[in-house]
């Protein structure tokens, strides 16, 4: 059991100032908290997905608020080969060039575009715990979907009570009737099955 404990904590968040408060204190046992004692389930389910639309190999993908790299390991164990990570707090991106599971990791707050990456630039994107209350706000699709290149995928894992507050499900249908994504799948399951929270998986294409 770890000492810092900080998941019942994690969904009270209203800034991003004190999200990224929480993750330079938590970096440290994120990993034992989430995972080994609560079975964190999205950076599996986020791979999955993204592996039924897209051959795994070199394709270079971009984990969006990697954190220490659970969601990256996710995607090298599915297979993918080429992946860089981004995130705005120091102390996770620490734990996550530990895993060297990313050929490049930058500091970015997700809130406060743009991103330093080129247009197109990834044939996909994964953003995997990340649009949550006090977090990644809706609106940070739009850049992610910039540096995806048109035809590739965006992947995105939220928990259920931020996908019953509305705004990350708003700008989806948003964009979709912009006909700036497709929409192929949206699906619920599991997300930290220890706290009984459940969540769901999107899986949009770049138009
Ligand atoms: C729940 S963790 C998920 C980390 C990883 N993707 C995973 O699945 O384990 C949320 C991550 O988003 C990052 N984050 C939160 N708000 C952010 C923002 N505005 N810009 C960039 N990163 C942010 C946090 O630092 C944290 O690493």
Redesign the pocket.
Known sequence: MSDKRFLDK?YGIKR?DQ??EM?EAWAET?DIE?MDEND?Q??ERCAMALEKLLAPGIVPVL?V????G??GLGLQTHGFEVIDG????AA?LERAEKTKAYRRLFS????QPPLDVDDDAYGAATA???F?FG??DAD?LDEILRVVRAGGFVII?INQHFYDEGSLVAKITALESAGKIKLLSKEHGAHVPGTGTTGWVFALERI
């Open positions: 994690a991003d999200a990224l993750y994120y989430v964190y999205q950076p984990d608020g990697c954190g220490t659970l969601s981004c995130d705005f707090s996770m970015a707050n997700l809130n995997v715990g990340i949550s977090h990644v940070a894992g």
